[in-house]
């Protein structure tokens, strides 16, 4: 099911809210959390209730790990058997097609067909999970009855894609909790998540229109002219952070609707100065867990400077694995660990560029990580950057070069340009006019959680009509970006 | 929760307001209304009794009225426009121009017969009949109604601020484009095979929708409709095949479940040999666009498979029309050694025999 489907929104939603509170009122708090776990495990198994199981036993699994943990004296050896069981899942679920793909490539053998199917959000709740043994080991954690824990890791706000939130903040809060709906908390839930779903079917949706045709192209092999390659990942930059952090205000929504606190998972990121603050904005939760559960143990910055960049370019390479089972999204977190070194290095010569120039740079280096990150290959990778550099030609429709004959200096004239938008002369038109707009908010704008009750008024009024039009009548709905991760 | 209340209303308030009476995409939708206008005008002036094409665009861009009209001595207006204008509206409109003895072909391209209730409320004429056409919206079903008041995303909005001020400044000069791509009988015009989009044809591949989805489409219940109520007022209503590249895989059951639409409501249906299937080579920048020589050539192929249908001889086409034919690459035969095969409403149905 999905956050920006009529279903969701119509259906489970309301449904949800009206039976956790009477479930609240009528029985208690505990009432209203089972009925917050029995609507979180209906969400997930709507996709394949055959993957359930997978997800109970894993809950059930981890918290008797942990339960064991605190009872032995021997924690070391149960964190290392937990994280071992936990990541052993992941593996298979998730690499094990790469692996013996890429095994069979390297002995010039078919690849074979494993036939494993990807459970929806394993990457996050094998997360969630790893955080609480790692915790509980820690002794940062109090013990927690089983409804608490598996409310913290099923909750259906943040099963799928995250934000990845901490055991010490949110089991807590499901410990306290009165199984009351309040209305502050419902109507500050609904409007962060009405943003969130204007985010994502208002912005993230209609620039894919302008990304998926060119990276599909290059997928097939067809070359792309400078104007498609640059519409396409200037599009494609947009739709992601738009997307994602749709969805994270959707999560962050929904449970603030049950008086539930999410950290905030985005800061206008592309407002970065450097790539370690790009860091610090895009993705936050999953930076934090990189940064506290694996490089800080590998030693972060303590062990000299070579041991520093050793430990940022496995942190970051892991990163990049974690998104996805395939060698480009490694080589994304290799280039993004690889930009983190020379920033650190660049930093020791004590020279500052100019804010603009700062954030030029960081920006264009991002962008240029995007392509591996969102190409289907490493082939489809090199079409775009050779689009990128107008190694493709630089065309425009005929009818835009007639309307405008300057353009005629620069562009070949062709009938329309195929792999841009619906490949119609006013697509150029509308992708600019669409990429202007989503770059100017995302580089201008302040993000939602930082308006006052003026602007967060402005950006209902500017997109609640656009959003119910995508919401209700667009003929389908696209999932979300992260949900393949 | 009064104020999120009070803010969604008034988004909606000045969402209608804005695309009923202040946005507009005077250059793309405005090149639309103006065809259509004046497809239909001349469609109205046209004594019966007339050959009128409708489809999407393979009407215009792969079907002259010119060579098919002439052929068989009967006036003829190509209303064909682009898959995006609405079939209920498209219908709407011609319906009341049709007269006892008129004739309507509907080469309708595959993917109109299983277009979706939900697509086809969102079609791209929504947005043209809640701003232009109020009149005649209020006459469509209460669904179409709705979704042409939501037609427009926020990327059209942004397009129609553009659009809107290259008007203002002088760009786009809608009458003499139009002229420029189609002729006096609504024809598409100067597609050559020298400026056709090789390298573009070369990557487009389309599957066509399965004999079931177009059994069960809406686009098919609304065509079904159409040929009823049109048969009803004593018009000739023949189904055909859309041209496609030969490569584009058309099973027989899909043609069979084609040739019922129109069998079933009444009408007639028209099969060409190669069920209207070419080399890309023949092809301007769609599939459904043949380049103009190849327009001729396959029009007067469905001229020949008409005038059996219709108990009309042929009539030779100009040499003029023969000479452009013969540059078609498709053209190996004589056009009139191309077989055609027919059927009609009278007849028993039985299974597709294959072609050619």
Redesign the interface.
């Given at each position: 099911m999905l956050f920006n489907s009529p279903l969701f929104v119509f259906g489970f939603l309301p449904v949800f809210l009206a039976t956790f509170a009477l479930a609240g009122r009528i029985a208690g708090a505990r009432a209203a959390l089972g009925v917050l776990l029995l609507a979180s495990l209906v969400f997930y198994g709507w996709w394949k209730p055959l993957l359930l199981p997978l997800l109970a036993g894993s809950i059930l699994g981890n918290y008797l790990l942990a339960d064991a943990m605190r009872r032995s004296r021997r924690t070391r050896r149960w964190l290392i058997f937990g994280l071992g069981a936990n990541l052993l899942l992941l593996f298979w679920f998730k690499y094990a097609g790469l692996l013996a793909a890429s095994g069979a490539a390297l002995l010039g053998l078919p690849a074979p067909a494993l036939g494993i199917l990807l459970p929806l959000g394993i990457s996050f709740f094998t997360f969630q999970q790893v955080m609480y043994l790692v915790d509980t080991a820690r002794g940062e954690v109090p013990a927690c009855g089983f409804l608490d824990y598996a409310c913290f890791v099923a909750f259906f706000a943040h099963l799928i894609a995250g934000p990845i939130v901490r055991p010490g903040e949110i089991i807590p809060q499901f410990a306290r909790h009165r199984g009351r709906v309040r209305?502050e908390d419902?109507?500050a839930g609904?409007?962060i998540f009405?943003l969130g779903l204007g985010k994502k079917l208002?912005?993230a949706d209609?620039l894919a229109?302008f990304a998926d045709p060119a990276f599909a192209?290059a997928s097939?092999g067809?070359s792309l002219s400078l104007v498609e390659a640059w519409v396409a990942l200037l599009a494609y930059g947009a739709q992601i952070y738009f997307d994602f952090a749709g969805y994270s205000d959707m999560a962050i929504g929904l449970a603030r609707m049950i008086g539930i606190g999410f950290p905030l998972n985005f800061r206008s990121p592309y407002q970065a100065r450097d790539i370690s603050d790009f860091w610090r904005r895009w993705n936050i939760t999953l930076s934090l867990f990189l940064r506290d559960y694996l490089y800080i143990p590998l030693g972060g910055n303590r062990r000299g400077e070579v041991r520093r960049n050793l430990n940022l370019m496995i942190t970051m390479l892991l990163g990049g694995l974690w998104h996805g089972a395939a060698w480009s999204f490694m080589l994304w977190g290799g280039l993004h660990g690889l930009y983190l070194v020379i920033h650190h290095q660049w930093r020791r010569f004590g020279v500052r560029l100019p804010l603009l120039a700062a954030q030029g740079l960081t920006l264009l280096a991002v962008l240029l990580a995007w392509v591996p990150f969102r190409a289907d290959s490493l082939a489809a990778c090199r079409i775009v950057l050779r689009g990128l550099v107008g190694a493709g030609g630089v065309l425009l429709p005929r009818?835009l070069i007639a309307?405008?004959p300057a353009l005629g200096a620069v562009a070949r004239p062709?009938?329309?340009l195929?792999w841009l938008g619906a490949a119609?002369t006013?697509s150029v038109?509308?992708g600019a006019?669409?990429i202007a707009?989503a770059w100017g908010i995302m580089l201008l704008a302040r993000d939602i959680h930082t308006l006052g009750?003026r602007g967060r008024?402005a950006a209902?009024?500017?997109?609640?009509?656009?959003t119910?039009?995508?919401l209700?009548?667009?003929?389908f709905a696209l999932p979300f970006i992260y949900f393949q991760f | 929760m009064r104020r999120l209340f009070l803010c969604a209303i008034a988004s909606l308030a000045l969402y209608f307001a804005a695309f009923a009476l202040v946005l507009d995409r005077p250059l793309s939708l405005g090149l639309l209304r103006l065809e259509m206008r004046e497809k239909l005008a001349r469609g109205a002036a046209l004594p019966s009794p007339k050959l009128v094409i409708l489809a999407g665009s393979n009407g215009p861009y792969s079907h002259s009225c010119r060579v098919i009209g002439a052929m068989l001595a009967l006036p003829c207006e190509n209303g064909g426009i682009a898959v995006g204008i609405g079939l209920d509206d498209l219908f709407l409109r011609w319906l009341p121009l049709l007269h006892r003895g008129d004739v309507v072909y509907l080469p309708m391209e595959v993917q109109q017969y299983d277009v979706s209730p939900a697509a086809n409320r969102m079609d791209v004429d929504g947005a043209m009949l809640f701003r232009h056409d109020r009149a005649l919206l209020w006459r469509m079903k209460p669904g179409r109604i709705l979704g042409a008041a939501f037609d427009n995303t926020m990327p059209d909005g942004l397009e129609a601020l553009a659009e809107m001020a290259a008007r203002t400044g002088g760009i786009g000069h809608l009458r003499a484009r139009l002229a420029r791509e189609e002729d006096a009988q609504g024809d598409e015009i100067g597609t050559s095979l020298a400026t056709a989009d090789r390298a573009f044809l070369a990557g487009l591949h389309r599957v066509e929708p399965s004999a079931r989805a177009i059994r069960d489409g809406y686009g098919t219940v609304l065509i079904g409709r159409f040929v009823a109520a049109a048969t009803a007022r004593g018009v000739i209503v023949i189904g055909g095949l859309p041209t496609d590249f030969r490569d584009v895989r058309l099973s027989a059951a899909d043609t069979g479940a084609i040739r019922a639409v129109y069998r079933l409501h009444g009408g007639r249906f028209l099969e060409l040999a190669g069920r209207s299937r070419y080399p890309r080579a023949d092809f301007y920048n769609s599939e459904d666009h043949l380049a103009q020589p190849c327009q001729y050539f396959h029009s007067m192929l469905v001229a020949r498979g008409l005038a059996p249908l219709l108990h009309r001889r042929v009539v030779a086409p100009a040499a003029a029309t023969l000479s452009l034919a013969a540059t078609c690459p498709q053209e190996t035969l004589p056009p009139a050694q191309h077989s055609v095969r027919t059927s009609r409403a009278s007849r028993r149905a039985g299974p597709a025999r294959p072609a050619g």
């Open positions: 209305q419902l109507v609904i409007e009405l208002v912005l209609s229109r192209a097939a067809h009818q309307a405008i062709v009938a329309v195929p119609r006013m038109v509308q006019a669409l707009l009750v008024n209902l009024i500017a997109g609640f009509a656009f119910a039009q995508a209700i009548f667009a003929p | -």
